[in-house]
C-alpha cells in the first residue's frame, strides 16, 4: 500500500525578475485578486495534468501541498479556487496535513489574508530576503523594506495560521550589523519557521555573470561568516536548526521540505515541476515538466483525463538507479540535524547501511564531526553543527 504523498504546484510567473534567481520563471504584468498576469489557460492545464498525476500515482492520500513559483500570490481569487477545489474534491488530505503558499510582500493585503484564511491553506510563506532598501534594490527584489513590513504588519494583525519568513544571508551591499538587527526584528515577530539562505551564486544569472566576471566583488568567506552568525542569533532566540538552512520553533518543522529530505513520493506539476516516485527496491523514477509555458499549456490543455498517457514531449523523465538513489538518501537525509537511522535505510533499500558508510562516520565521530547514537534497535547517524558545514566534502569521501 502506497504512503501519502506530498504535492509540488509550480506557478512561475512573476512580475519581475531578482537578479540571483535560478527558478524557472517568466515576467507577466501586475495582477490582484480579480485580474491576473497569469492566463487561465494555464490554471486549465495545470489541473489537468493533476488528474493525470494522480490516477497514475494510484493514491489519493496527500499529506502535504506547497503553491511555489514564482509568485503564487499573483493567482486571481478564481484561479486560487480552482487549485482549492481540485485538492478538495479529487486528493485526500490527510489529518495532519500542511498546505503552503507562497507570497511576495508586495501582494499582501488584507482582503489576500482573509481569503486564504477561510480556503484550506495553512501555512504561508513569505518572502522577505532583507529590511535593507539598499540591498533589495540592487538584487531588483520587487518589495522594499516598506513593502516588507506592511506584509509583516498585515499578517500579524490577520493571519491565524502558520507562517514562514524567507531571508537570505549576505545579498551585495548588506552590512553584518544591519542583518542581525533585521533578523532580530524577524524573531521579535515569533513567526512559527524562519528559512536562512546563504546566497548561492550560480553563474547563468544576472548576479552570477557579475560575480563571476569580477565586474562585482563579492567576499564569500565573509558570506558565511555572516550566516553563521545569523545561525547563532536564531538559536539564541529559541529557534531551533532542524534543516541545514531551516529554523522554527518546537513543532514547527516545514513537514513538505521534510519529504524531500526523508526520501519520500512527491508529485510536482506545473511548467518546470519536478517530481519522483519511488519503487520498493528503492529506486525511482523523477519527471520534469518542459519549462515552456506555451508547450506545456498546448500538452495539458485538451488533454483528456480518461486517456492514460499523455503527451511524452512535454516532460523529461529520468529513471533513479538504485545506486543512485542511495546516494541521495545520504545527500538530502544528512542536512537534517536529525541525520538518518539505519531503520529508516533499511525500510527504503531492504539492507543495511554498508560498512563504509559506517567506517566513515566513524573517523568523522573521531574528528568531531559527527555523532552516532543508538537507541533500542535503532541507530541515528548525523552530522553536527559543524560536520554541516562540511557535508559536500563528506559526500564525496562516501563509498556505496
Not at 533589495?136 to 522594499?144: E, N, Q, S
Request: neutral net charge; charged residues 30%.
Amino acid at each position: 500500500m502506497k504512503k501519502p504523498f506530498s504535492l509540488y504546484i509550480h506557478i512561475p510567473f512573476c512580475i519581475s525578475k531578482c537578479s540571483y534567481c535560478d527558478f524557472f520563471s517568466i515576467k507577466c504584468g501586475i495582477s490582484n485578486l480579480t485580474t491576473s498576469c497569469i492566463p487561465d489557460s494555464y490554471i486549465t492545464s495545470l489541473i489537468n495534468e493533476l488528474k493525470f498525476r494522480i490516477k497514475d500515482y494510484k493514491s489519493k492520500e496527500c499529506k502535504s501541498v506547497y503553491i511555489g513559483g514564482g509568485t503564487p500570490s499573483l493567482l486571481t481569487q478564481n484561479q486560487f479556487t480552482s487549485i482549492f477545489d481540485f485538492i478538495k474534491n479529487e486528493l485526500e488530505l490527510t489529518k495532519d496535513y500542511e498546505f503552503t503558499v507562497e507570497l511576495n510582500p508586495d501582494d499582501v493585503t488584507e482582503e489576500l489574508l482573509q481569503f486564504l484564511n477561510a480556503s484550506t491553506i495553512n501555512r504561508i510563506s513569505l518572502g522577505i530576503q532583507s529590511l535593507d532598501d539598499s540591498v533589495l534594490k540592487f538584487v531588483k527584489r520587487r518589495a522594499g523594506k516598506k513593502e516588507n513590513l506592511n506584509a509583516i504588519n498585515l499578517i500579524e494583525k490577520f493571519w491565524k495560521k502558520e507562517v514562514s519568513y524567507d531571508l537570505i544571508s549576505a545579498l551585495p551591499l548588506e552590512k553584518e550589523k544591519s542583518f542581525l538587527e533585521n533578523l532580530d526584528f524577524i524573531c521579535s515577530k515569533k513567526p512559527d519557521h524562519i528559512s536562512l539562505y546563504s546566497l548561492t551564486v550560480e553563474e547563468e544569472t544576472e548576479l552570477g555573470k557579475e560575480i563571476f566576471s569580477s565586474r562585482l566583488d563579492y567576499d564569500f568567506e565573509k558570506a558565511d561568516s555572516m550566516w553563521l552568525k545569523g545561525k547563532k542569533l536564531l538559536e539564541k532566540r529559541g529557534y531551533h536548526q532542524y534543516e541545514i538552512s531551516n529554523f522554527c520553533l518546537k513543532g514547527k518543522e516545514c513537514r513538505h521540505n521534510l519529504t524531500y529530505w526523508n526520501h519520500q513520493d512527491y508529485i510536482g506539476a506545473g511548467s518546470g515541476g519536478t517530481g519522483t516516485i519511488y519503487n520498493q527496491d528503492g529506486s525511482g523514477i523523477r519527471w520534469t515538466n518542459i519549462k515552456d509555458i506555451e508547450k506545456y499549456i498546448k500538452a495539458w490543455e485538451k488533454y483528456n483525463p480518461s486517456t492514460s498517457i499523455a503527451d511524452s514531449d512535454c516532460q523529461i523523465t529520468e529513471k533513479i538507479e538504485r545506486d543512485t538513489s542511495k546516494f541521495e538518501f545520504f545527500m538530502m537525509g544528512l542536512r537534517k540535524n536529525a541525520g538518518i537511522s539505519d531503520t529508516e535505510y533499511k525500510s527504503v533499500f531492504n539492507e543495511e547501511i554498508p560498512l563504509s558508510v559506517v567506517n566513515l562516520f566513524k573517523k568523522w565521530q573521531k574528528k568531531k564531526l559527527s555523532e552516532i547514537e543508538t537507541q533500542g534497535a535503532d541507530t541515528r547517524y548525523y552530522l553536527n553543527s559543524k560536520g554541516l558545514l562540511f557535508l559536500n566534502q563528506f559526500l564525496e569521501q562516501m563509498e556505496l
